[in-house]
């Protein structure tokens, strides 16, 4: 089969054959469909994270059963799913406490990568799906199934985008009816940041970005309010909207350091903030020691959109039927696995939501 294969931090990847092995005990083998790119597999490309090489990315994706691997129910083939890389066995301390994205245990998977090149070398999967590829060997438990009507192009965005962005709002802050939101970055995960907030019922949604054309698709997914990042007092603005006060919530769904402590400036007291985006490795924040206890503010972590899967997917899916979530106006544009390397263009530059790799 083809996959897109990194062999050089910070270089274009390279669509080659790889072999993929058959679905082992507990593990489902998926005809990918789409795979939309996140900045996450950017991030990987370039080094940034470090990890094995060579190496296959894509987490965001979905498609068909294929095959069933021993004692995996409630699946079949040509089956619609979606694949995730929240792989979770279910009985760990952090599985039965109902947080699986925290999941340690280890899998076969993790030991040794389904995928191998041509000449027979091992190609790390990444991320736990190797998603770049025309298929994809994954754990039972980074599969669920999707409706049928939902084209698979946009349901791919449910297994990281949405739950991400939706999730950081519904499930990690779980922000109250008439609350003021502020989100910080208006990519993929932020739009969906948006939109959980429009789901929550937020009385004041304010956008922030560096790209004017996002904050105005922002306004259509649910921002009642727009700023531009960079012009001038972020947090004065914010307070000229909140009677003086500041935002009940932020979302910093940007891995930089700079804009999580925006998040945490344009806070009201008692405020909260959630730390969405991830930075490469390295980086730190500062926070004010005095005003963090003596607002009494709060600062989160949102891994995932603190997900549990199925369940937070068929909710998402439940508010898409409702026509409460977008999800197909969501994509900026579609590319073959060819064309991989101008998707990544297209994502470093800014100017896109989500972009999808489809199997044609």
């Known amino acids: 089969m083809k996959a897109a294969v990194c062999r050089q931090f910070g270089r274009p990847l390279v669509v080659e054959d790889v072999e993929l092995s058959g679905p082992a005990a507990g593990e489902v083998k998926v005809d990918i469909a789409a795979c939309a790119v996140c900045h996450s597999d950017v991030t990987f490309a370039d080094g940034a994270w470090g990890g094995d090489l060579p190496a296959v990315y894509g987490h965001e994706a979905a498609g068909t059963v294929a095959a069933l691997g021993e004692g995996v129910t409630g699946l079949a083939p040509g089956d619609p799913v979606v694949v995730t890389l929240i792989r979770s066995c279910g009985h760990c301390w952090w599985c039965r406490r109902g947080e699986p994205t925290f999941c340690n245990s280890r899998f076969p998977l993790d030991e040794r990568s389904p995928l191998r090149d041509a000449s027979g070398g091992p190609v790390a999967q990444g991320m736990h799906v190797a998603g770049f590829a025309q298929q994809a060997v994954v754990h039972a438990s980074q599969v669920v199934p999707v409706p049928a009507a939902l084209p698979l192009d946009a349901a791919s965005l449910l297994a990281c985008g949405v739950i991400t962005g939706a999730g950081a709002v519904l499930q990690t802050a779980r922000v109250e009816p008439g609350s003021t939101v502020v989100v910080i970055g208006i990519g993929g995960v932020g739009v969906n940041a948006v939109q959980g907030a429009r789901i929550a019922g937020a009385e004041r949604i304010i956008a922030v970005d560096v790209v004017a054309e996002k904050l ?80 009494g503010l709060r600062v989160l972590g949102s891994k995932m959109g603190s997900a549990r899967l199925p369940d937070d997917i068929l909710r998402m899916l439940g508010h898409w039927q409702s026509g409460r979530l977008e999800l197909e106006g969501l994509i900026s544009s579609r590319h073959g696995l060819a064309e991989i390397n101008e998707a990544f263009s297209e994502l470093r530059s800014g100017g896109t939501l989500r972009t999808v790799i489809v199997m044609r």
Do not use: W
Request: glycine residues 18%.
């Open 216 to 295: 105005e698709l922002a306004a259509r997914f649910g921002a009642t309010h727009t700023l531009g990042a960079g012009e001038g007092d972020l947090a004065g603005a914010v307070r000229e909207l909140t009677g003086g006060r500041g935002a009940d919530y932020a979302f910093a769904t940007v891995g930089a350091p700079a804009v999580m402590e925006q998040a945490v400036g344009v806070l009201r007291r008692g405020g909260t903030a959630v730390m969405v985006g991830i930075p490469g490795n390295g980086a730190s924040l500062t926070l004010d020691a005095v005003t963090l206890p003596d607002s």
